[in-house]
């Protein structure tokens, strides 16, 4: 069984100031992982995903995450937040027999002027 | 298609009535998925389709629920009795050939039953 944990519900961060959120992951199988982000009233959009090539993944807008086994862990970083960057964050994880994904409860980011 | 589609945007219905939802995917897309996101549950997996097969049904939350898909394309989330508890956002999403390829979700349907 696969699952994620984002160990955040709620991030708040000053505008120019960096972003970190944190997820665990646990699989059986040599996972895939994923951050997607929804901006409100929008749909899920695909931000970065890492698939077993480099373990640092750069994803749109400026983020990116790194993958650590030993820690199994997937945390998603952006060095200076936008405005437009308060969302809704999600680690998601797949791998399993049919590839669905497993999601984490979100991490709604919240920046502020 | 340019992305992947559901209709309707929103719908709203009394419990007890039937309601279907429509997922239109990726044109190629082999692999389609239903999803849920509701306020207490999250985001959750209902059903997987590879072509027009469902090797995947396990999300299903009751035998009110079912899918179909035809011709390797539409799908149809019906919804049998409605209930309260019902109410969510439904998500499509499509993936192609390769396993690791992206699922690009459709704007989903927004569902609320009375």
């Known amino acids: 069984a696969q699952s994620v944990t984002q160990l955040d519900s709620h991030v708040s961060v000053s505008e120019g100031t960096p972003v970190l959120l944190r997820c665990n992951y646990s699989?059986?199988?040599?996972?895939?992982l994923f951050w997607y982000v929804q901006h409100p009233n929008k749909g899920l959009q695909l931000l970065l995903k890492?698939?077993?090539?480099?373990?640092l993944v750069k994803g749109i807008n400026g983020f990116e995450a790194e993958f650590k086994k030993s820690e199994t862990s997937f945390h998603l970083t952006k060095p200076s937040a936008h405005m437009s960057d308060a969302a809704e964050y999600f680690c998601?994880?797949?791998?399993?027999?049919?590839?669905?994904?497993?999601f984490g409860a979100g991490t709604i980011l919240r920046v502020k002027s | 298609g340019a992305g992947v589609s559901q209709s309707p945007s929103n719908k709203v219905t009394e419990k007890g009535k039937d309601v279907e939802l429509r997922c239109d995917p990726i044109?190629?897309?082999?692999?389609l998925y239903w999803y849920r996101q509701s306020l207490g549950q999250g985001l959750e997996f209902l059903i997987y389709?590879?072509?027009?097969?469902?090797?995947?049904k396990s999300g299903l939350p009751s035998d009110r629920f079912s899918a179909e898909r035809t011709g390797g394309s539409v799908s149809t989330l019906t919804i049998q009795r409605t209930q309260q508890e019902d109410s969510a956002v439904y998500l499509c999403?499509?993936?192609?050939?390769?396993?690791?390829?992206?699922?690009?979700f459709g704007p989903g349907t927004r569902l609320t039953v009375l």
């Open positions: 999403a499509s993936r192609g050939g390769g396993s690791t390829d992206t699922q690009y």
């Open positions: 699989s059986s199988y040599s996972p895939s």
């Open positions: 890492y698939t077993s090539a480099a373990t």
């Open positions: 998601v994880v797949s791998g399993d027999y049919g590839n669905k994904l497993v």
């Open positions: 044109s190629g897309h082999t692999a």
């Open positions: 389709f590879q072509g027009n097969s469902a090797p995947d």
